[in-house]
């Protein structure tokens, strides 16, 4: 008697469940569908350029800010520079020059209102007082800027000491006292009002013993005081 051999039960599941994958079958995650439209990377804008605050231009030796002494003035786009060229701002009755000659502009701060001569934060002086000279001295007047140690104008004489210990002391005139701080390329001279028995009542009494204004000279200047004197300024007289 012959006898037919059948499938075992294992061997019919694995035809069954591979029916009902082949049923079920999806295009591949991995092959060719619909095609994708190239995407373009958007490029952001630029940060249109800003000016520093004044409280970040810190003064010292060599210089006050981006201005650094010995160097000229950097050219910068209008929205950013700290300072901006007068071409007639020491054009007076008493200065014989015209717009171009040197000695007849000067680099004013781009912080000050231009129309009032009393609004002046800083100067700068360059070398024969001409746009593009090397700078020989810029002049701090406002209390908005101060040194990294925190000097300032209308800080105290202690102040300055504790500050700087081992400025060099210069007498400047009967009215004042330098207290100078040598760099390497520059020099940091910081002017404090005194009480002149010379020129008694020169200064008012709150201003005695304390910072008149700050000035950081080129390492090849002579370095000098501002008070009672009309030569540290940006024009001749």
Not at 3 to 17: C, E, G, I, K, Q
Not at 74 to 81: F, G, K, Q, T, Y
Not at 92 to 118: F, H, I, K, L, Q
């Amino acid at each position: 008697m012959k006898t037919t051999r059948r499938p075992s039960a294992a061997a019919l599941l694995v035809a069954l469940a591979a029916t009902l994958a082949g049923c079920n079958s999806q295009p591949s995650a991995d092959g060719p569908g619909p095609e994708s439209s190239p995407t373009s990377s958007a490029t952001s804008p630029a940060e249109p350029a800003t000016r520093l605050a004044l409280s970040e231009l810190v003064v010292s030796p060599a210089g006050v800010g981006p201005l650094l002494v010995g160097q000229p003035v950097a050219d910068e786009p209008e929205e950013s520079a700290v300072v901006t060229w007068d071409p007639t701002g020491c054009i007076t009755a008493g200065v014989p020059t015209v717009e171009g000659e040197p000695w007849s502009g000067y680099w004013r701060s781009a912080y000050e209102d231009a129309g009032n001569p009393d609004d002046r934060t800083f100067t700068v002086v360059t070398k024969d007082g001409v746009k593009d000279g090397p700078i020989a001295r810029v002049i701090v007047y406002g209390d908005e800027l101060a040194t990294e140690e925190g000097v300032r104008v209308g800080s105290t004489v202690d102040e300055v000491l504790a500050a700087y210990p081992d400025a060099v002391v210069q007498p400047g005139p009967a009215v004042s006292r330098l207290y100078v701080v040598e760099g390497a390329t520059g020099s940091l001279s910081v002017e404090v009002a005194i009480d002149s028995p010379e020129l008694p009542g020169y200064w008012d009494a709150a201003q005695i013993d304390t910072v008149l204004w700050m000035v950081v000279f080129d390492a090849s200047d002579e370095v000098t005081a501002a008070a009672a004197s009309d030569t540290i300024g940006p024009c001749p007289v």
